[in-house]
């Protein structure tokens, strides 16, 4: 697809990072995708090399030691690393979702301890920490506590779902502080190997399986007063102002998966013989292809649109649901299609459409399900009028 032409210019900066965030997938991550699927091998050796090339911190200035991009840039970079690997992929998300939350939050002494050294490489992955067991869309109901002994802060209870979490350096953590509803809510940073942290078994999970997705377990989890990020009872301002560039993050991990799934479709069909023709001559199968790409250039532009909005300070919340909403059902019906196309072969685990419709479907769950951001759209549309 030309950029330029379906969601208009592109700046320098943001061709740049896509160009390198393309050229790393193409030749550390792709050749490697299908293995890791099937192993569940989490990315280790790729990490120092994402976080030399400012992939790690996408968002977070030059001056803070990240890569300087925008929202823009970000939505394109990540595009190109999960037409590779979508399990790299939501690494990618989650790191950079708590590297802009660490940049925006953190005192000098924190950026210090954790944002130098984590952009530079040297401590990995970040690990997002908010899900429970018992709440994942009702973030609000969280029930990990954190109470206050002197000095210190001592966190107990569990979190699910946690991407990076067996390999992450560090994980921001939201547990309750004092009283119920989001007012009750701080947020922690928590060194990989605090005594009182447990890390679970992975998930042997359907798609995306080389993400590192465990729980954590804290019980009596001691920290120092100064891992508090950002002041106390905010924690979930600080989650919920993640939450825009983060669905949109997940629309562009999602177009990746569709973008990769229609090349593969396109190729197989101009391959494949039926009936003495090649199968994308027949019109049935130009519908289906025409239907497909519109509805990728329709992702493409509500992402586009929010990630733009985002750039300007507007919260967008709204309009980063909607990305996140159409390119995730719009790539699981791509996907889905793709698979078609392939007959019985698409079934098979030689071909990659398999993987990639496995790796589709957890997208309409995580960062908000398809169905909160329905609430979310409706809550802004009737609240205008």
Same mark, same amino acid.
């Given at each position: 697809m030309t950029l330029e032409?379906? /969601?208009? @210019? /592109?700046?320098?900066?943001?061709?740049? %990072?896509?160009?390198?965030? !393309?050229?790393f997938?193409?030749?550390?991550?792709?050749?490697?995708?299908?293995?890791?699927? !099937?192993?569940?091998?989490? @990315?280790?050796e790729e990490m120092g090399a994402l976080g030399e090339l400012g992939l790690l911190a996408m968002k977070v200035p030059d001056s803070e030691g990240g890569g300087g991009t925008?929202? %823009?840039?970000? %939505? &394109?970079?990540?595009?190109? $690393?999960?037409?590779?690997?979508?399990?790299?992929?939501? $690494? *990618?998300?989650?790191s950079n979702l708590v590297a802009k939350l660490l940049c925006d939050?953190?005192?000098?002494?924190?950026?210090?301890k954790w944002l130098r050294p984590y952009t530079q490489g040297r401590l990995g992955a970040a690990a997002f920490a908010l899900s429970e067991p018992g709440c994942g869309s009702d973030a609000a109901a969280l029930t990990t506590t954190a109470k206050k002994d002197g000095d210190s802060w001592i966190l107990d209870g569990a979190k699910m779902w946690i991407t990076s979490g067996a390999h992450a350096g560090f994980h921001l953590v939201?547990?309750?502080? =004092?009283?119920?509803?989001?007012?009750?809510?701080?947020?922690? /940073? %928590? =060194?990989?190997?605090?005594p009182g942290?447990? $890390?679970?078994?992975?998930? =042997?999970?359907?798609?995306?399986?080389?993400?590192?997705?465990?729980? *954590?377990?804290?019980? #009596?989890? !001691? &920290?120092?007063? =100064?891992? *508090? *990020? #950002?002041? !106390?009872?905010?924690?979930?301002?600080v989650a919920l102002g993640a939450l825009g560039a983060g669905r949109v993050g997940i629309a562009a991990l999602s177009i990746g998966l569709a973008e990769a799934a229609f090349g593969y479709g396109l190729a197989y069909a101009r391959e494949r013989k039926a009936f003495g023709k090649a199968v994308v001559d027949f019109q049935n199968t130009q519908f289906v292809l025409a239907d497909c790409r519109t509805e990728l250039d329709a992702a493409w532009l509500l992402s586009l649109?929010?990630?733009?909005? &985002?750039?300007?300070?507007?919260?967008?919340?709204?309009?980063?649901?909607?990305?996140?909403?159409?390119a995730t059902e719009a790539s699981s019906r791509i996907i889905d299609k793709m698979l078609q196309l392939h007959g019985g072969y698409g079934y098979s685990r030689d071909y990659a459409i398999e993987r990639l419709y496995r790796d589709s479907r957890v997208t309409r769950i995580y960062e908000g399900s398809s169905e909160i951001q329905r609430i979310v759209i409706a809550r802004d549309l009737l609240g205008k009028r």
């Open positions: 032409r379906s /969601i208009g @210019p /592109i700046t320098e900066e943001q061709a740049a %990072v896509a160009t390198v965030a !393309r050229q997938a193409a030749a550390r991550l792709a050749p490697r995708a299908a293995e890791r699927d !099937r192993t569940g091998a989490y @990315p280790l925008d929202n %823009v840039g970000y %939505v &394109l970079a990540m595009e190109a $690393i999960a037409e590779a690997c979508a399990s790299t992929a939501v $690494i *990618l998300a989650s939050y953190g005192t000098p002494a924190q950026k210090a939201f547990a309750r502080s =004092d009283g119920p509803g989001p007012g009750g809510i701080s947020c922690f /940073i %928590v =060194d990989r190997g605090t942290l447990t $890390i679970g078994k992975e998930e =042997d999970k359907m798609g995306q399986r080389a993400s590192g997705t465990v729980a *954590l377990h804290f019980d #009596g989890c !001691r &920290l120092p007063a =100064d891992h *508090l *990020l #950002g002041e !106390r009872g905010h924690g979930y301002a649109r929010a990630a733009r909005l &985002l750039d300007t300070g507007d919260k967008a919340a709204a309009e980063s649901s909607m990305a996140k909403l159409f």
